[in-house]
């Protein structure tokens, strides 16, 4: 079903939504994508709706971190590390080129906490759920070679450990992609209005196409609720709400700052400890750009409009930034970009954001089932849960649910274009693309293997991605397809001319369709990816 994602293919959309499904799945974010995946893979029909862009919401705003959770120790949350902590590995191993390790460097500053006995504790309980063992203490001169522009006031020494990072959007698309392979289909910009209900509870969804204003209604057997900080709004439909039920999510919103490279280089990723507060925080080189984050703060506003950093949350990251790095004399003007993003995490009442546990949680209620909470590192085992209940719920359905390779082995390999690329380029579009890297480079005209300049982006995936990848919005492709958007000045502006010139074609749009999607794209970056005033 990869036509429907092509220019034009949306115009079979209605005889595809009148299908009988096992499933639909709600939600177009990493749980979303995994729960297509893991159902598709084992031969259940399942369709999957997204009522914006795919990975729109938290899933292309994350610290773009595949990590085992080290702070959840302190917490006691020892499960939940392990459990991420292995499919961290998992993922290393079978999505390289997409999730890539990363080395985390911490300073021993005197009197600052956590103390370099507990860190190192710590340390030793993630490295024997890994089934690893390596050195993690260094002294004074080594750890300041290692980190050379962190401060060194007060420094003793640091530890250095490993977790992982990845492109959060391309994670998405790249696990839609493997489960449209296996029969899956993925929708986006087709939003669920209302659940349709018979004796036995929900049968389907009332969906709304966000491009044609045309409704549809789409039976299944089952429903599932993958819808994020969104899922309270879903699940309060209908008998559930007057019941008297309650919302059950703490909506927090984590920000971050984009610096360019050159303005605060690492070679390690910083992790610190805020000076004000103790929370940690961090910087990690990404994408060709420097990394800043994370907040996590109440988030009080609509969630139907998209999140943005707040003035307090620039001042909280820059005052760490000042702290770990003064001889930088790092500014805003610095700052190329910023996002903020919100997660879905489990309402337990308590007076810190941050100590709320991260987590997943299943509910089914009336016949709607939901999935929420959780980390990005831990997809794979989330759909797995679901598909344990949904078991019971499709009597004539049995699979053993054992986990699988995250992705299926490429049958074509993009290496045999390894000379014409960028060094790194082959292994880095193999993990974002699979099957399909082959295809993308042999599309590519003149100069469009080369890289965009301040990124690790060539132009032949703009192409790809008008053509092949469902843009249905010019943000959709660039800030989500491709990372553009935060990783240049003013969210790319100087290259749209270029970038028309390749992907206008591809979209088969007017002038009046380009111009009118490049007008909204820099009203809604100026609004929600730069610094407030």
């Known amino acids: 079903m990869m036509a429907l994602w092509r220019s034009g293919g949306r115009a079979g959309l209605r005889e595809v ?190 969906v709304r196409d966000g491009l044609s204003g045309a409704q549809h209604e789409v039976r299944a057997r089952l429903v599932i609720s993958a819808t994020g900080a969104w899922a309270d709004g879903l699940r309060m439909q209908g008998d559930v709400a007057a019941r008297g039920a309650k919302p059950r999510l703490r909506p927090l919103r984590g920000s971050h700052l984009v610096l360019p490279a050159w303005r605060l280089p690492l070679a390690q990723a910083i992790s610190l400890m805020h000076p004000q507060d103790g929370r940690p925080v961090f910087a990690f080189p990404w994408e060709g750009v420097t990394l800043v984050g994370t907040t996590d703060v109440d988030h009080k506003g609509d969630l139907s409009n998209e999140a943005a950093i707040t003035r307090a949350e620039v001042d909280y990251l820059m005052e760490a930034l000042h702290d770990q790095f003064p001889q930088l004399d790092l500014q805003e003007r610095d700052v190329i970009a910023s996002y903020a993003g919100v997660r879905p995490v489990i309402d337990s009442g308590k007076a810190d954001p941050s100590k709320e546990g991260r987590d997943h949680a299943l509910w089914l209620e009336d016949g709607l089932l939901t999935v929420t909470g959780g980390k990005l590192t831990t997809f794979r085992v989330i759909a797995l849960d679901a598909l344990r209940l949904a078991v019971t719920l499709l009597p004539d359905w049995r699979d053993k649910l054992e986990p699988q390779p995250v992705f299926g082995t490429a049958a074509t390999s993009v290496l045999r274009y390894q000379r014409l690329l960028p060094a790194g380029q082959a292994r880095r579009l193999q993990g974002r693309y699979g099957a399909m890297a082959q295809q993308l480079v042999a599309a590519a005209q003149p100069g469009e293997l080369a890289l965009i300049a301040g990124t690790e982006t060539i132009w032949a995936q703009l192409r790809w991605a008008a053509r092949c990848e469902s843009v249905q919005k010019l943000e959709d492709l660039l800030l989500r397809r491709s990372r553009i958007g935060i990783q240049l000045r003013g969210g790319g502006v100087e290259i749209l001319g270029r970038l028309r010139a390749i992907c206008q074609p591809e979209l088969g749009w007017s002038d009046e369709r380009w111009e009118a999607e490049q007008a909204a794209y820099l009203a809604l970056w100026n609004t929600h990816y730069s610094l407030p005033a």
């Open 17 to 206: 939504l009148a299908r009988e499904w096992d499933l639909i799945v709600v939600g177009g974010g990493i749980t979303g994508a995994g729960i297509l995946l893991e159902a598709s893979r084992r031969g259940l029909k399942a369709l999957l709706v997204e009522q914006r862009d795919f990975a729109w919401g938290t899933s292309s705003r994350s610290s773009k971190l595949v990590h085992g959770g080290l702070r959840y120790l302190k917490e006691g949350q020892f499960a939940l590390t392990r459990e991420s902590v292995h499919e961290r590995q998992h993922l290393l191993q079978q999505a390289a080129g997409l999730v890539e390790p990363q080395s985390f460097a911490f300073g021993e500053f005197d009197g600052r906490k956590p103390g370099k006995r507990m860190f190192l504790l710590g340390l030793a309980i993630y490295d024997r759920m890994a089934g690893q063992r390596a050195r993690h203490y260094f002294g004074l001169d080594e750890f300041k070679a290692l980190a050379p522009n962190v401060s060194t006031v007060g420094l003793k020494g640091g530890m250095v450990y490993t977790d992982a990072k990845t492109d959060d959007a391309r994670l998405v698309m790249r696990v839609l992609q493997e489960a449209q392979q296996h029969g899956g289909v993925a929708v986006n910009y087709m939003a669920v209005e209302s659940l349709l209900r018979t004796d036995g509870g929900v049968c389907g969804v009332r």
